[in-house]
């Protein structure tokens, strides 16, 4: 399949995880086929875009990949009962250039670690006859710190590997970037590194793709975020160079989003030039890995809220500028637990009405005659405040997460003592919510009469009239008149 951007696409970012699903996705039985299949990969995406002349392959680092922060996605792991001893096999035995052992690759630490660093310690092997400058951004040549000072508090960093290739030779050398100090373990972060340092290269009219391998959309949501405020602009507010992030799909089909044309038209819409930022947070907080998605609350519903309440679109999110740079972005919590109130509020009723713990109880009970004697499923129960207030640390980390994007060495911010997270004896990443988010008692939940909240609801609810015609009456036998016209 032809990938339908621009043929003047000059810089192109990968992103790649140890699975070998998405772009570079093979049935290799040896590490020499594997290699090979990548290049044939490269070789077809240089033939798509021929002004290319940059591809910058982004691997998953999973010695320091944030995966703490993570505890939406390890939540939603499943354990199984089989124990493997593959991580007692040796690097060779899992994968060298005669062996491929993907059970072991995919299904052990690692495996996933070695898979990871595979390209970068045999780039040279690839048979490129092309005028492009591949770059692998892995943990192969990882910096650790050898502090005696307990517990460490430096930050590894990677240096990745840069191969230069061209169309008589094929590969002629490589070298270390050892100006380059990538702190960051996510490829689809470390991904927009790159992408943020490519502008000084470029000339009018070229333009840069991301590609993310593992489809994860979340990867348009980090675009949205980071080129809204580091992505250089004409005199006219338009961006001077075209942005695709384009997504993997499975039956080698992929999802292809212009970027930099989405926050043209969202900033010409709203004439709010940090739109994207706070597009990217409330996409963020209909769920992703790091913050846990709301049961039946889908992300359009998250977003048409923030979008549709002036107040909440105005006090959610308080961006700091200095010298015409973001320096800073606050999340509101009280605005936030208003946010939640009106999402979790029957359309029926007006949320301005109530307060947050008449809603909460609405949630878990409904206020009429028929419903009051059973309870809603929990999963339906807006949180209680306290709850949201920790949640809303988490918000503020992830917030620092996306600032770090663009700086290759940025410090990472700390979920564990920030956020609302906390690490078990077990090593295993839980959400710590507090005493209020476990309930012993459901009938102690319903401290507000409900006749209280039918009084200061009823004459609130919206009512649609009747139409007569529509609606079958008793006693009135009427044939309708058909609208489809009868051939005669």
């Keep these: 399949m032809k990938l339908n951007i621009q043929s003047s696409s000059q810089h192109l970012m990968f992103e790649q995880d140890s699975t070998f699903s998405g772009q570079f996705s093979s049935f290799a039985h040896t590490g020499t086929e594997y290699l090979h299949h990548i290049e044939q990969n490269i070789i077809k995406i240089k033939h798509q875009l021929p002004c290319l002349k940059h591809l910058v392959i982004c691997e998953e680092k999973y010695k320091f990949t944030p995966d703490d922060f993570k505890a939406a996605t390890r939540a939603q792991r ?10 007692l096999k040796t690097s060779e035995e899992v994968l060298s250039s005669d062996k491929f052992d993907k059970p072991s690759l995919v299904g052990t630490s690692e495996g996933k670690s070695l898979a990871s ?27 650790t710190c050898c502090c005696k000072d307990k517990p460490c508090k430096c930050f590894p960093f990677c240096t990745p590997v840069r191969a230069y290739f061209n169309a008589r030779d094929g590969f ?76 993997k799909k499975a039956n080698h089909m992929f999802d292809i989003y212009n970027i930099t044309a989405i926050l043209e038209t969202l900033e010409k819409k ?36 923030y979008m549709n309440i002036e107040s909440i679109n105005r006090l959610l999110v308080q961006i700091t500028e200095e010298n015409n740079k973001v320096a800073c972005i606050l999340f509101d919590t009280r605005v936030y637990k208003e946010y939640l109130k009106h999402i979790y509020c029957p359309k029926n009723y007006s949320s301005v009405s109530l307060t947050y713990q008449e809603v909460r109880q609405i949630s878990i009970q409904l ?24 949640l809303a640390r988490n918000v503020s980390c ?8 663009g700086n290759h060495s940025a410090q990472l911010p700390d979920f564990l003592t920030e956020g609302c997270l906390v690490k078990t004896s077990t090593g295993e990443i839980e959400y710590d919510f507090g005493d209020d988010a476990y309930i012993k008692d459901i009938h102690s939940l319903i401290t507000i009469p409900q006749e209280d909240i039918m009084l200061k609801i009823s004459g609130k609810k919206k009512t649609i009239k009747r139409k007569l015609l529509a609606t079958p009456q008793k006693g009135r036998n009427r044939k309708m008149k058909p609208k489809a016209s009868t051939p005669k």
Excluded at 117 to 143: G, M, P, Q, W
Excluded at 367 to 390: A, D, F, H, I
Excluded at 399 to 405: G, V
């Design 78 to 87: 499943k354990v199984t009962t089989n124990y493997s001893i593959s991580h």
């Design 117 to 143: 660093t595979y390209l970068a310690k045999n780039v040279e092997d690839l048979r490129i006859k092309e005028n492009i400058t591949i770059d692998v951004d892995s943990e192969l040549h990882l910096t």
């Design 172 to 247: 002629t050398r490589k070298e270390l970037l050892h100006d380059i100090k990538q702190c960051k373990g996510e490829a689809e972060m470390s991904q927009i590194d790159w992408l943020i340092n490519c502008p000084t290269q470029l000339l009018q009219g070229d333009s840069c793709a991301s590609i993310v391998s593992s489809g994860d959309i979340d990867a348009v949501v980090l675009h949205l975020f980071t080129l809204s405020h580091l992505w250089p602009k004409n005199e006219n507010a338009s961006y001077k160079n075209t942005v695709y992030v384009i997504l």
């Design 270 to 305: 709203t004439l709010d030039k940090h739109i994207g930022i706070k597009v990217a947070i409330a996409l963020s907080l209909g769920g992703n890995d790091f913050l846990p998605k709301f049961h039946s609350i889908s992300h359009s519903t998250k977003l048409d809220t």
């Design 367 to 390: 206020p009429s005659k028929k419903q009051r004697e059973g309870t809603r499923n929990p999963q339906l129960w807006l949180p209680p405040e306290s709850v949201v207030e920790k």
């Design 398 to 405: 992830l917030i620092k997460y996306y600032l770090s994007a």
